[in-house]
C-alpha cells in the first residue's frame, strides 16, 4: 500500500521561473493538505484541497502560488516567478476524511531558487 | 484559536536515558493532538495521537504522551532512549474546525542521543 508521493524530491529553479510541485495522495485518501517548512521553521499549513475544490487557502500567499486537485491525477502546488525566499521544502499530505482525522505526509520536495 | 508551544528547542540525552520533550496546548475546545517525527531530510512520521479516548496515549517505536487538561500539556516521554531516536519532533493541533482540520505545528523540538 504506497504512501504519499511526492515528486520531484529536489527541485532547483532560477528566479522568474515556474516551480511545480506533485503530490498522489495515499489510495483512498481524497483530502490534501500542502505544508511549508522554511529554513530553521516549523511547518507551515498552506492549503487544502478535495477533488476539483479548494476548501482552505487561508494560508497560501496571496500573488504567484496556486494550488489544485483535478478529477483524475494528482494534486499540484504551482509556484510562479519563484524568489529566493520561496526556497524551503513542501510537504504535502491526505487524509481519508476531514476533520481530525490522521494525516499522512509524503517525503516532501526541497525547492531551492538560485 | 489553536496553538502549541514546545518548550524545548533541543533536548540531549544520553543513551538509555529517559526522554522527554515538553509541549503545551491551547484550544478553545477538545484538541485532537498529534506527535510527528522528523528524521534528516525526510518527511513526517506519526508517532501517536490523542482524540479523548484515553489519556495516555501509547505510540511507535516505545514513545507514548499523555493529555493532561488540567496543565494543558501534551509531554512525551520513552523511558529509554536509543541512537535512532535522534531527530526533529513536533507536537501538533489539528484545527479539527469547519474548514476541515488544518494542522498546526509547533516550533519543534530537536533531539540529539549521545553515546
Known amino acids: 500500500n504506497a504512501g504519499v508521493m511526492q515528486n520531484p524530491r529536489h527541485l532547483v529553479r532560477r528566479r522568474g521561473q515556474e516551480a511545480r510541485l506533485r503530490c498522489s495522495p495515499m489510495?483512498?485518501?481524497?483530502?490534501v493538505y500542502w505544508y511549508r517548512q522554511l529554513p530553521e521553521e516549523g511547518l507551515k499549513f498552506m492549503v487544502y484541497?478535495?477533488?476539483?475544490?479548494?476548501?482552505?487557502e487561508s494560508g497560501m500567499p496571496k500573488e504567484r502560488f496556486s494550488a489544485e486537485f483535478p478529477k483524475e491525477g494528482p494534486s499540484i502546488l504551482r509556484i510562479q516567478q519563484v524568489v529566493r525566499g520561496d526556497s524551503a521544502a513542501y510537504f504535502c499530505?491526505?487524509?481519508?476524511?476531514?476533520?481530525?482525522?490522521?494525516?499522512?505526509f509524503g517525503p516532501g520536495t526541497r525547492l531551492l531558487v538560485l | 484559536a489553536q496553538s502549541v508551544t514546545q518548550l524545548d528547542s533541543h533536548v540531549s540525552v544520553s543513551e538509555g536515558t529517559p526522554v522527554l520533550l515538553r509541549c503545551n496546548y491551547s484550544?478553545?475546545?477538545?484538541?485532537?493532538l498529534f506527535w510527528y517525527v522528523q528524521h534528516p531530510n525526510k518527511g513526517l512520521q506519526l508517532l501517536l495521537k490523542?482524540?479523548?479516548?484515553?489519556?495516555l496515549v501509547k505510540g511507535i517505536n516505545g514513545f507514548e504522551a499523555e493529555f493532561k487538561k488540567s496543565e494543558t500539556s501534551f509531554h512525551l516521554t520513552k523511558p529509554s532512549a536509543h541512537m535512532s531516536d535522534a531527530a526533529e519532533y513536533f507536537c501538533?493541533?489539528?484545527?479539527?474546525?469547519?474548514?476541515?482540520?488544518?494542522?498546526?505545528f509547533g516550533q519543534g523540538t530537536e533531539l540529539s542521543v549521545k553515546p
Open positions: 484550544s478553545s475546545y477538545s484538541p485532537s
Open positions: 489510495k483512498g485518501h481524497s483530502h
Open positions: 499530505a491526505s487524509s481519508r476524511t476531514s476533520g481530525a482525522e490522521t494525516q499522512y
Open positions: 484541497l478535495q477533488k476539483e475544490n479548494i476548501i482552505d
Open positions: 490523542y482524540t479523548s479516548a484515553a489519556t
Open positions: 501538533v493541533v489539528s484545527d479539527g474546525g469547519n474548514q476541515g482540520g488544518k494542522l498546526i
